[in-house]
């Protein structure tokens, strides 16, 4: 990694972690090892949206030409968001691709993805599916990604009792968890449906 | 997984105008046994841009007329359809002649004939446009590089003196030193020299605000710019000897 990056990049840390508003923003960084190519971040689910009282991991990895390019940011912790992919976390924001500016820094990415997830853009999807039943069963989505900031990102909500009865049925044949809600995420928790395309 | 199948994918990735680094990346992903290195691909794609890569070619599509289908269906998303590839351009004469047949029926020694030769043209046809798109790309590119490097020498630059207003690169976040070089934007953001015009190069716009530092805008506010930059200079002696002692 160049100089300018190096020294950029630890400027960069001490101001998202001394910062004081990160009390407020709910947004922190993680240092994973000591040349700064590997960054963890973690986004607080933004209050009113599905993904309020969850904790966010995010992994980002600095490229060598940073800043003149931009890091390359995704979910590490699995969320149903239209922009974001349900099974690899990869993010679809302009501002990581063609619309990065070297002037922009982690902190601000960082809040960006924060705003995404309070504004999601079904028209630029990342996930086909899921970007269809935001636009199509809106309360399905909601409670669908109620239900994920739940089970993966330690939310704190009351569990929807509904789809977790599915979820154990589908467990009761031997399906794992994380793939039997991903399953019946994608299928709107239609059960025949589901154990129909885990078995066929 | 066979050689002839790698020849398969190279020529399907080519075909579909994709470079030699992002087919070996294809292909690896793909093929869990055994993967492709970059140089092997490369060389192939040179063959294929060639022009003359019939003889090549020939062998290659006959080749995979001969093994298992089913195999060729492993490569997953790198070879989605290599078969079916043809059926899918509909101004061809063999899509109207044999649009019933399937993908099996390429086993026909007698489609054999029909496939390679339609196969040849598609992919001489493919060939040329996207060398054609190579060019332009590279045209473009160049040409844009040297304009904006001939832009630069018209962007004010200046060495940085404590009374200026701006204190820190956005770029690299540094204050500026005394006796830094600084570059002026027409939307009068600051930044380092040396930081901002490896930028340019790659964007011509302010890293800062994303206001595009065209050359009109350049050449309506260079004046202006020069000017106020004279101002400083000439009224600076005064102000930064007092400032000193």
Same mark, same amino acid.
């Given at each position: 990694?160049?100089?300018?990056?190096?020294?950029?990049?630890?400027?960069?840390?001490?101001?998202?972690?001394?910062?004081?508003?990160?009390?407020?923003?709910?947004?922190?960084?993680?240092?994973?090892?000591?040349?700064?190519?590997?960054?963890?971040?973690?986004?607080?689910?933004?209050?009113?949206?599905?993904?309020?009282?969850?904790?966010?991991?995010?992994?980002?990895?600095?490229?060598?030409?940073?800043?003149?390019?931009?890091?390359?940011?995704?979910?590490?912790?699995?969320?149903?968001?239209?922009?974001?992919?349900?099974?690899?976390?990869?993010?679809?924001?302009?501002?990581?691709?063609?619309?990065?500016?070297?002037?922009?820094?982690?902190?601000?990415?960082?809040?960006?993805?924060?705003?995404?997830?309070?504004?999601?853009?079904?028209?630029?999807?990342?996930?086909?599916?899921?970007?269809?039943?935001?636009?199509?069963?809106?309360?399905?989505?909601?409670?669908?990604?109620?239900?994920? &900031?739940?089970?993966?990102?330690?939310?704190?909500?009351?569990?929807?009792?509904?789809?977790?009865?599915?979820?154990?049925?589908?467990?009761?044949?031997?399906?794992?968890?994380?793939?039997?809600?991903?399953?019946?995420?994608?299928?709107?928790?239609?059960?025949?449906?589901?154990?129909?395309?885990?078995?066929? | 997984?066979?050689?002839?199948?790698?020849?398969?994918?190279?020529?399907?990735?080519?075909?579909?105008?994709?470079?030699?680094?992002?087919? &070996?990346?294809?292909?690896?992903?793909?093929?869990?046994?055994?993967?492709?290195?970059?140089?092997?691909?490369?060389?192939?794609?040179?063959? +294929?841009?060639?022009?003359?890569?019939?003889?090549?070619?020939?062998?290659?599509?006959?080749?995979?007329?001969?093994?298992?289908?089913?195999?060729?269906?492993?490569?997953?998303?790198?070879?989605?359809?290599? +078969?079916?590839?043809?059926?899918?351009?509909?101004?061809?004469?063999?899509?109207?002649?044999?649009?019933?047949?399937?993908?099996?029926? +390429?086993?026909?020694?007698?489609?054999?004939?029909?496939?390679?030769?339609?196969?040849?043209?598609?992919?001489?046809?493919?060939?040329?446009?996207?060398?054609?798109?190579?060019?332009?790309?590279?045209?473009?590119?160049?040409?844009?590089?040297?304009?904006?490097?001939?832009?630069?020498?018209?962007?004010?630059?200046?060495? +940085?003196?404590?009374?200026?207003?701006? &204190?820190?690169?956005?770029?690299?976040?540094?204050?500026?030193?005394?006796?830094?070089?600084?570059?002026?934007?027409?939307?009068?953001?600051?930044?380092?020299?040396?930081?901002?015009?490896?930028?340019?190069?790659?964007?011509?716009?302010?890293?800062?605000?994303?206001?595009?530092?065209?050359?009109?805008?350049?050449?309506?506010?260079?004046?202006?710019?020069?000017?106020?930059?004279?101002?400083?200079?000439?009224?600076?002696?005064?102000?930064?000897?007092?400032?000193?002692?």
């Amino acid at each position: 990694m160049s100089n300018i990056a190096f020294n950029r990049l630890q400027r960069e840390c001490k101001e998202v972690v001394t910062n004081s508003e990160i009390s407020e923003t709910g947004i922190m960084i993680e240092i994973l090892n000591e040349n700064l190519t590997e960054i963890k971040g973690h986004i607080r689910g933004p209050p009113d949206t599905p993904y309020a009282g969850g904790m966010f991991d995010l992994d980002i990895k600095i490229p060598e030409q940073y800043p003149f390019s931009p890091p390359s940011v995704k979910f590490a912790t699995k969320i149903w968001h239209p922009n974001v992919s349900s099974q690899t976390g990869v993010i679809c924001l302009d501002i990581l691709k063609d619309q990065w500016a070297a002037s922009l820094t982690l902190r601000t990415v960082l809040l960006s993805i924060q705003a995404l997830m309070c504004t999601a853009e079904p028209k630029d999807p990342q996930d086909a599916v899921v970007a269809k039943q935001y636009m199509d069963k809106p309360q399905v989505f909601k409670a669908t990604a109620e239900y994920w &900031t739940l089970k993966f990102a330690k939310g704190t909500l009351p569990v929807n009792a509904d789809y977790q009865a599915r979820v154990d049925k589908l467990k009761d044949m031997g399906v794992r968890e994380e793939e039997a809600i991903s399953v019946l995420s994608c299928n709107n928790w239609d059960l025949n449906r589901a154990t129909v395309y885990i078995f066929s | 997984m066979e050689k002839v199948h790698f020849f398969a994918c190279f020529l399907y990735e080519s075909m579909l105008g994709r470079s030699a680094t992002e087919t &070996t990346e294809n292909i690896n992903r793909a093929s869990a046994e055994r993967g492709a290195s970059r140089k092997t691909v490369q060389q192939w794609f040179t063959k +294929f841009a060639c022009g003359d890569a019939s003889l090549e070619e020939k062998k290659v599509v006959e080749g995979i007329l001969k093994v298992d289908h089913h195999k060729t269906k492993e490569m997953g998303n790198c070879l989605p359809s290599l +078969f079916g590839f043809s059926r899918q351009h509909d101004e061809t004469p063999m899509r109207r002649s044999r649009s019933s047949e399937n993908a099996m029926s +390429f086993t026909n020694p007698a489609m054999m004939q029909t496939s390679s030769s339609y196969v040849n043209q598609l992919y001489q046809h493919n060939v040329i446009r996207q060398r054609q798109a190579e060019e332009r790309g590279k045209e473009i590119d160049e040409a844009k590089k040297n304009r904006i490097r001939g832009l630069l020498d018209q962007i004010p630059a200046d060495v +940085f003196r404590g009374d200026m207003a701006s &204190t820190e690169c956005a770029i690299c976040m540094i204050d500026f030193e005394p006796g830094e070089r600084i570059r002026f934007l027409p939307c009068m953001h600051s930044f380092h020299q040396e930081c901002v015009d490896e930028w340019l190069l790659k964007s011509f716009t302010c890293p800062s605000c994303l206001e595009p530092v065209d050359s009109t805008i350049l050449s309506s506010l260079t004046a202006h710019n020069m000017q106020s930059l004279h101002q400083i200079t000439s009224s600076s002696p005064s102000t930064s000897s007092s400032a000193k002692h």
